[in-house]
């Protein structure tokens, strides 16, 4: 049976309902939770190769036990080869399986496992039964929940995908256990961010307990981590196309910190890091329009350089960063909707804001060095 | 505004309800019902060579005199070029255009440009606003309606695809003026289906009317089209994603059908006389079964025949044929599921077919010349 209280949240979409799993462990469970989610057939695991033997070869008898017979493709996944080719290497392997519409594909990896592998299932034969298994902080808390799967083109990122929503996320903390102390970090820029727009209690208990947090010792940071998950889960069961007023939200700091990964170069900044600055950036905005004080400001700096965040950028110039936010594709029709604090956890979008505003903030998260 | 008079139905799904426009000279109403249907920014036109230049240009123009900033893609699509590649091509046009998410794209042309340009749409920043202008009448009576969309691979045809809704589909009964007669046939074998399978009365009009039907002079071609597009309409709202019972009932003569398009190389039949094919072998069957007595299978030979779509096939064998149908992607672990005629407009479907049945009847639609 499906334990409870490992649930962390249950997404609910027009593509279905689905739980998003989060405990120390998890992985053992992934055969009764998919049984539960209502999927049979056969399992097709794809897996980072950075996850092979140890944590495939515990997925892979976790369904093998409980009935699912299971193929098995590790890939090395990373940013530069997150695109068709890949996909199509995917499709291939499937077509060698004869992988019909009622066997599910797994994702067992960080950020671009879950994009690519979710892109594959989504479209292979029109959508076949899709599991999420993150196994980074970031994918973790944001990228594994709400149904974006996409791969890049040489024109941009992101630029081919769908809303395609998984059947069952399955986090298992123990995964983490491994991961680098800089992309934890990049994963706590996204898990404290959802507590500066929408959560002010969150945001207090990374700033009372970094170090509990950052060590992933005891109950707090699995709580912590659960608690982050159910506000994505919330703003994307109230707005899973982003056409309302809520998912943008999350895009908070991600208009200055697109442009730092663009102009940087993709792979100087993680992600994580680049939404850092891009929050700083921000920050910077809504205290010169009069909706922060100094004071919050400081205060934000403070805890995203608790949590080993950089807040400030080198070697770009203002004038390259203003000009990437502009072809950003979240612009519509040429203006920028700018997500801004009024004050912890309560996040608005600006579309008025003047551009020596921008220009001016930004300056302000360049350093000299 | 819109005109009623024209709407041959609306198609109800989760991604949104949809119009099926169906005229003489629909196109220069293109702009005006994409303006109903709430579409907004430029349009991207990707029609089929074919299409090029007057019809094309009339579209442009139809679009352009109602506010759409209008670009134009040209390309020729067919069966063998109906693959990544060619979706690759488009994704790179609308890069360079930086077309955004409330964009709208276009398809002109047959079957092969509403799958493939549907793909490109679907995909492109996780899916943008897609109109169908099919031009074929097959793609009219069928493929245009019901968000089926795809491409092929090596391994297969239609492996990689998606569900993606067009906001409307238009269907100009003038684009058929230039069809050569055996397309022509090819689409009316999927129409006569949509009478065999779901509405005695249609079937009754194509037998009593052949040649008014086939000169498409008159209302009454138009008005049975329209009745066609409606049977397919309801359909797809009662079962969007294939897993109830009703939209499989469609699938009527493509078991065999497909197994003839795959055995005898793909483009040697078109899809419609290989259905036709399999409607026969079909009937066969369920006669076999008891299920149709000899007299109905007569009728439908004869009416199949009277729009000049071939009823055997040649140049292939039983083995082949049934090889096929098991690796037909529709079969669910193993079992084919087979739809049969109860009677005229009465269909069913059964899993339970003794293979000895189905090699007769396959038998008897294989000519020996």
């Not at 399992?43 to 950075?50: E, H, P, T």
């Not at 009935?67 to 077509?95: C, H, P, R």
């Not at 950052?214 to 981590?225: F, R």
Request: without cysteine.
């Amino acid at each position: 049976m499906a334990n409870d209280e490992n649930l962390a949240a249950v997404v609910s979409t027009t593509q279905g309902d689905y739980r998003v799993v989060v405990a120390r462990g998890a992985i053992e469970d992934i055969g009764t939770e998919m049984i539960n989610a209502g999927l049979s057939g056969r399992a097709f695991l794809v897996a980072d190769v950075a996850m092979f033997p140890t944590a495939v070869h515990r997925a892979h008898e976790a369904l093998e036990r409980n009935g699912f017979v299971t193929n098995v493709m590790t890939l090395e996944l990373s940013e530069s080869n997150k695109n068709l080719d890949t996909v199509q290497k995917i499709y291939e392997w499937l077509a060698q399986h004869r992988a019909e519409r009622l066997d599910t594909v797994i994702a067992m990896g960080g950020g671009v496992a879950g994009d690519l592998v979710g892109f594959a299932a989504a479209t292979w034969l029109r959508g076949v039964p899709f599991v999420q298994v993150p196994t980074s902080l970031a994918s973790m808390v944001d990228a594994s929940i709400g149904g974006k799967v996409a791969v890049n083109l040489p024109a941009g990122k992101n630029l081919v995908g769908a809303f395609y929503q998984p059947k069952l996320v399955l986090q298992d903390i123990d995964h983490l256990k491994t991961l680098p102390k800089r992309e934890m970090a990049g994963g706590w820029a996204e898990a404290i961010k959802h507590g500066l727009i929408l959560d002010a209690n969150l945001l207090d208990t990374f700033e009372r307990f970094p170090d509990e947090m950052q060590s992933l010792k005891g109950d707090l940071a699995v709580k912590t981590i659960r608690r982050s998950v159910q506000i994505k889960a919330e703003v994307v069961s109230a707005d899973e196309f982003e056409r309302g007023d809520t998912r943008v939200l999350l895009n908070y700091g991600h208009t200055v910190g697109h442009a730092i990964e663009a102009v940087s170069g993709y792979g100087k900044y993680l992600h994580g890091e680049a939404v850092a600055i891009g929050m700083m950036a921000a920050a910077g905005i809504a205290e010169k329009l009069g909706m922060l004080d100094r004071e919050f400001v400081d205060r934000q700096r403070a805890v995203l350089q608790r949590y080993n965040l950089p807040v400030s950028v080198s070697g770009v110039t203002v004038d390259a960063i203003i000009a990437a936010t502009k072809s950003d594709k979240k612009s519509r029709g040429g203006t920028i909707r700018w997500v801004q604090l009024e004050g912890p956890g309560k996040a608005v979008t600006r579309r008025d804001v003047p551009e020596e505003i921008v220009r001016a903030s930004v300056a302000e998260v360049i350093s000299k060095s």
